[in-house]
């Protein structure tokens, strides 16, 4: 990893009644992009907030570069940041939201925004009001208003989950496309493994305010450091040591590493979900354990008799419930 | 696709074309009849009508600049007191107009409680000043408008995204850049409703000028005056003036809702509350307050107060020497001053109800059935909020003068229908908005489903839509009773002497110096008004 841009460091937010944030510290490198991922109360969000300065952290600091912002408010801090409902001002058109953060004056100005708007593949679109836009064009507009002012980090907060999901996956291409050809250090909240993935250089995963490990996806899927990032990054069977000839404790594995023909583990299959032309296969062990495998969809059907054996194990437990 | 024409939309237009639009049409024909010319060259219309314009404009700045104010610090902070005080600040709006005038008489006029305790403090023999003409006017407006500013604006600061907010002071604008070029152009909406809401008010507006004028004249009490002095002619043409000019305004409401004029985007969450944390800013906002909710009150404590002294027994003393609840006492044993009380509640009764029988009638065809003439329905419905009360009077007391079956003509002035009915026209728009409005938040597959069980017409409105129209009902019903019950401009102009309601017993009472029964008249106005809406939010819920 390349030397450090941003820098968060032992940041820690409470609200009444709850911890947010809890002694979080995260670096990101010039240009990259951090996915924030999390379940619903995470911290993922605030952690955004904090970085925007709408939140003020009760303890750690922020850094861009040796700067230290932590005190700094939102309008001096040059970060920009792409809403979730996109926050766009209805009052103003295209390229009335697109200015706004600009200190240009006209040919310059207007030279800005159709630059920008060139970038987020909206040329000319500068007289229409924003209520007249599609979701997409909408999200894409308030991409080209956070990037006009070129900020110094760019924050989204759940930049897809206002769209439908057919527009989704063409977004996310086009997001990353347009992130990477302006080459922005960037933070983006998601609660979608499969965005986090996709989008993120690397994936800082949350939980309860904590950070429970950040990596590459390839590191977070293959080497989990705990169960919780496991079953959240991907689909994971919980198994019993002694099913896999343990002295105890408990093993994950994945489903596409139980592998259906030969091996010691018996059971029936009990349900078939088709997915891509594979299949998730629900396998009921004799002791009662249910146990999914992922398989081409043809490899058994329901009712029928099974072997499987354990490829790779992820990740395995002692007896103490980690979770 | 062709909509139905049903004969409910037809009677129930010709209805509201008889009773609200061929009134102004009449209006405007004997207008007709008089000498434009005379009109034109008097130079008292001419100050009449310019009276009327710049005090309306004046009162729509100055309620502003008290309004606005106010609502950032009710929506925005957060301090000790800030609920009570958020309701009281809402307070002049259930005030009767008259009952407000007559308590700023008591507070500042020439010997109200302010000058007398000026007085007494300088040794001055005369009262530091005059509650007269523009100024008096333009006090009471401001202190009584103010509230279409606040609530609208707290409205629409309610409703304001927080993250366009965050959005601006991310992109590197300041608080106040981001309020300049931000909050305000989004509070537009709000900001030209209640402009529009408090011109259309004060332009309206007689029982402020009509005590505190003296000399200085606006449209409504010309008209009146005009009208006294037996120039029906002239009266008309006045009249005909004012509705034009109402009318005017009333076109432009209806651009300025028109819809989508700023649609948001996206829902939003509204900003959070900022609170005051420092003691000694806790103090000051507690302070200041207080010291609002004071002033507020004082109009009506000063009511209550005067309506405490008995008759004669206060002459020349800073404070009142004697207390006693002998007015009241008069007030309900007297034959002569029950009456009016039993008057203005029965009329206010039975307007409330008319108008909003006529309201469940329209919402029925226009939101359920979506009839033709809808249009005109709803335009009819909303009309009469646009005409001032004087020109309503002046209209419907034209059109029923005169015997004339054949064009819809009878004679109601001088009868006990007169009033009811005026009253109820008046009503209509405030029935009609809160009874429209509550049909369009009714789900329609209530009404199929009690179809597909069998309930007929007369079954499924009393079963099932009338029910769920509760809260409309009664919150339309409390604001048109309590208009109704307060009225004053309508009733000076078509009461009888067997008729006459609170407003003019108030009048005359002051008439005759008899100010103790004046204020009582208007403190039971004010608990029974805050007890009518009170009932109406109850039952709301």
């Known amino acids: ?323 | 696709m062709k909509r139905p024409l049903s004969l409910g939309a037809v009677l129930l237009a010709a209805l509201l074309l008889w009773v609200v639009a061929y009134p102004l049409l009449v209006v405007f024909a004997e207008a007709g009849r008089a000498d434009l010319g005379a009109f034109v060259r008097d130079r008292t219309e001419w100050q009449a009508l310019w009276g009327s314009l710049w005090t309306s404009a004046a009162s729509v700045v100055l309620a502003g600049l008290v309004g606005v104010p106010l609502a950032f610090v009710f929506e925005r902070y957060d301090f000790p007191g800030r609920r009570v005080l958020g309701a009281l600040v809402a307070l002049p709006a259930v005030m009767p107009p008259l009952v407000g005038v007559i308590a700023f008489l008591f507070l500042y006029g020439e010997s109200g409680f302010v000058p007398r305790f000026i007085q007494a403090v300088t040794g001055a023999a005369t009262p530091p000043w005059r509650l007269q003409g523009a100024a008096a006017i333009l006090l009471v407006h401001a202190y009584s408008m103010y509230v279409y500013f606040y609530l609208f604006v707290r409205a629409g600061l309610a409703r304001l995204d927080a993250s366009a907010l965050e959005a601006a002071a991310s992109l590197g604008a300041g608080p106040a850049e981001t309020v300049r070029r931000v909050t305000l152009p989004l509070l537009r909406p709000a900001l030209v409703g209640a402009a529009l809401l408090t011109f259309m008010t004060a332009l309206a507006s007689f029982s402020a000028p009509y005590v505190f004028g003296g000399g200085f004249r606006v449209m409504t009490t010309q008209i009146v005056a005009t009208r006294l002095n037996g120039d029906v002619a002239v009266a008309m043409l006045e009249t005909a003036t004012l509705t034009a000019l109402a009318l005017g305004g009333f076109a432009l409401v209806q651009w300025s809702e028109r819809p989508g004029s700023v649609a948001a985007i996206g829902k939003g969450t509204p900003p959070a509350l900022r609170v005051i944390t420092s003691p000694a800013g806790r103090a000051a906002a507690a302070l200041a307050g207080w010291l609002l909710a004071i002033l507020l009150l004082l109009p009506h404590a000063t009511l209550l107060l005067i309506s405490l002294v008995p008759l004669n027994s206060w002459t020349t003393e800073t404070i009142p020497p004697v207390l006693s609840l002998v007015n009241y006492r008069r007030l309900f044993t007297e034959a002569e001053r029950l009456r009016p009380l039993i008057n203005s509640l029965w009329m206010a009764a039975a307007s409330t109800a008319a108008a909003l029988a006529l309201a469940v009638w329209a919402g029925a065809l226009v939101v359920r059935r979506r009839a033709r003439l809808s249009r005109l329905i709803e335009t009819l419905l909303a009309l009469p909020w646009a005409v001032p009360g004087t020109v309503l009077a002046i209209a419907l007391a034209t059109l029923f003068s005169v015997r004339q079956p054949a064009l819809g003509r009878f004679i109601l002035v001088g009868t006990a229908v007169i009033l009811p009915l005026a009253y109820a026209v008046r009503n209509l728009p405030l029935a009609g908005r809160a009874v429209l409005a509550g049909f369009r938040q009714l789900d329609p597959a209530l009404d199929e489903a009690a179809q597909s069980l069998g309930a007929g017409r007369a079954a499924r409105l009393w079963r099932v839509t009338l029910p769920l129209l509760r809260p409309a009902l009664a919150a339309g019903g409390a604001l048109a009773f309590v208009t109704a019950l307060g009225d004053f401009v309508v009733s000076i102009l078509l009461y009888t002497f067997a008729t006459r309601p609170i407003s003019i017993e108030i009048l005359s009472s002051l008439r005759l110096n008899d100010l103790g029964v004046a204020a009582a008249f208007g403190v039971v106005l004010m608990i029974v008004s805050a007890a009518a809406l009170g009932v109406g939010a109850r039952v709301g819920r």
């Open chain 1, 1 to 323: 990893m390349s030397e450090a841009w941003l820098r968060l460091e032992r940041l820690a937010k409470r609200f009444p009644g709850h911890t947010a944030v809890d002694d979080l510290s995260l670096d990101v490198a010039q240009g990259e992009i951090l996915a924030l991922l999390g379940p619903s109360g995470s911290g993922k969000t605030t952690t955004l907030r904090l970085l925007a300065g709408f939140e003020t952290p009760d303890a750690g600091r922020i850094l861009v570069g040796d700067e230290d912002v932590t005190a700094q408010p939102p309008a001096r801090r040059r970060f920009g940041m792409v809403f979730q409902h996109y926050a766009l001002f209805p009052h103003l058109d295209v390229a009335g939201n697109v200015g706004f953060g600009l200190k240009l004056d006209g040919a310059a100005r207007a030279r800005r925004i159709a630059e920008v708007l060139a970038m987020v593949d909206l040329p000319g679109y500068e007289r229409r009001p924003v209520a007249a836009l599609s979701g997409g064009q909408q999200q894409r507009v308030a991409l080209a208003r956070s990037l006009a002012p070129e900020p110094r980090v760019l924050l989204l907060d759940e930049p897809l989950s206002n769209l439908d999901p057919t527009l989704r996956e063409r977004t996310r291409r086009e997001l990353r496309e347009a992130i990477q050809r302006v080459g922005i250090t960037t933070v983006f909240v998601t609660h979608e493994q499969e965005e986090a993935f996709d989008l993120g250089d690397r994936v800082a995963v949350l939980r309860e305010g904590r950070l429970e490990q950040v990596g590459t996806p390839d590191e977070l899927y293959d080497h989990p450091a705990t169960a919780f990032v496991a079953t959240f990054v991907g689909r994971a069977n919980a198994i019993p040591g002694e099913l896999a000839g343990a002295a105890g404790g408990r093993i994950l594995v994945r489903p596409e590493a139980l592998r259906l023909g030969e091996g010691p583990i018996a059971g029936v299959v009990t349900a078939r979900r088709f997915a891509h032309g594979f299949a998730y296969f629900t396998v009921r062990h004799d002791s009662g354990t249910l146990l999914e495998v992922y398989a081409p969809h043809d490899a058994a059907r329901v009712g029928d008799t099974v072997r499987l054996r354990i490829d790779e194990v992820l990740l395995s437990e002692d007896g103490r419930d980690g979770r």
